[in-house]
């Protein structure tokens, strides 16, 4: 028998508080199912107020070859935390750490919105208004990057990201073991989003390792539920009997590199900038340098998304670069945010610039523990994720051929822990 709480408006599945649907006196009476999964809300300054709810383990979707590509996201749902029955920390949510990091896409978080959600003391400010940085076309030298103000310098990277209308991102997300060897099945998903028009273009190759003469290549096309397969028995793309969700609604992985999102105006740029500032020792820039590696010169810059601890007495990570949406009035599961980072970790991110533009062609990304707290113990993260960026003008277009056209993904320092 579940338990419900005192006022019998929610019950406790086993992980999370669900709402108990109206008409309904038991959950899974009727054959009904319960409320989807939900995420943690952002702490509140005021008194009273209720503390956040962990977001509960999702459950492990299965897919072709039992590779997860990418993992579940939750929905935004504006409705009040639900009484507590006892205090469960964030830190739960790892219980299977290396699994569930890699099957959770740390999730869409709800949020209400309040008057303010503050962060974990004294503003981190902004830069000095003199602070030096190098615009794109300014030359790009050794002795110009060291001059430059590292936080001034970053945030004019993530400003020209952010207002990028179209961004096209290759992603991955690996655990370590699959990051050395490329063993066992992984996936690459190809996206680019136009904020716009809301479309989107979608391809997916799975493979068996880094070399696979057999990968499975899907492309969706021109809003058809079925996707182009490439078969390898005929040489030749066909038309998949079945559909795929992917191609019916724009899928959440590949939608965001995970900090930041492109297709916003400037004004929400700086909105978004300014949220990251209020969170004391969260964001954590390098003095950038210039990299050179397989004949290409790039700009590179570590950042560290470090956990903090916010008005909740809770430490929170990766939540608050999806909460930076929120101050710009946008819900993350309609815009379509990726995060495969759990909320609570941090994120290692070292950017690889083009050093005519100035924006990203590549990251590594891998998760920062998440500390000990209140009683409990530090959790070891060790999520990672690799980035390549391109900035089409337009959506591409499918391009079918006498090729499989099995994406690929790469790092100008190669497949090492930067």
Not at 121 to 146: C, Y
Not at 344 to 358: N, P, Q, R, S, W
Request: include cysteine.
């Amino acid at each position: 028998m579940p338990t419900y709480s005192d006022d019998g408006q929610w019950w406790w599945d086993g992980r999370a508080w669900q709402p108990v649907p109206q008409q309904q006196q038991q959950p899974y009476g009727g054959q009904q199912q319960p409320a989807q999964q939900q995420y943690a809300a952002p702490p509140q300054q005021y008194p009273g107020q209720q503390q956040p709810y962990p977001p509960q383990q999702p459950q492990q979707p299965q897919y072709g070859g039992g590779q997860p590509p990418y993992p579940q996201q939750g929905f935004y749902q504006p409705q009040q935390p639900p009484p507590k029955k006892s205090r469960t920390l964030p830190l739960i949510v790892a219980g299977a750490v290396a699994l569930v990091l890699v099957l959770s896409v740390g999730g869409v978080v709800l949020w209400k919105k309040t008057s303010s959600d503050g962060g974990g003391g004294t503003s981190a400010g902004a830069p000095p208004k003199d602070a030096k940085i190098i615009e794109p076309g300014q030359p790009v030298t050794e002795q110009a990057l060291s001059e430059v103000n590292p936080q001034a310098f970053h945030e004019s990277v993530m400003k020209r990201q952010m207002a990028t209308p179209i961004a096209r991102l290759k992603t991955t997300v690996l655990d370590p073991q699959k990051f050395a060897t490329g063993q066992p099945i992984w996936s690459i998903t190809d996206m680019a989003v136009d904020r716009q028009s809301n479309k989107y273009y979608y391809a997916q190759s799975i493979l068996q390792g880094r070399v696979d003469k057999d990968p499975t290549n899907q492309v969706c096309t021109d809003g058809d539920p079925k996707p182009m397969l490439w078969s390898d028995y005929s040489k030749r793309w066909e038309r998949s009997r079945f559909d795929d969700m992917a191609c019916q609604k724009m899928p959440y992985q590949g939608g965001s590199d995970s900090i930041v999102s492109t297709g916003l105006n400037a004004e929400q740029a700086d909105k978004v900038i300014a949220y990251f500032r209020t969170n004391k020792g969260f964001v954590n820039p390098a003095q950038p340098t210039l990299l050179t590696a397989g004949g290409k010169t790039y700009v590179k810059q570590v950042v560290d998304f470090k956990p903090i601890t916010l008005s909740d007495n809770n430490y929170w990570g990766s939540a608050i670069l999806m909460w930076g949406l929120r101050e710009i009035g946008i819900d993350p599961s309609e815009w379509k945010w990726s995060n495969p980072f759990n909320l609570t970790e941090g994120i290692h991110m070292v950017y690889y610039l083009d050093t005519k533009t100035l924006l990203p062609v590549a990251a590594f990304q891998s998760g920062i523990d998440t500390p000990a707290q209140n009683g409990e113990p530090a959790v070891k993260r060790d999520t990672i994720q690799v980035v390549n960026y391109t900035y089409p003008a337009a959506l591409p277009v499918p391009k079918f051929g006498n090729s499989p056209n099995t994406l690929t993904i790469t790092l100008p320092e190669g497949w090492k822990v930067p």
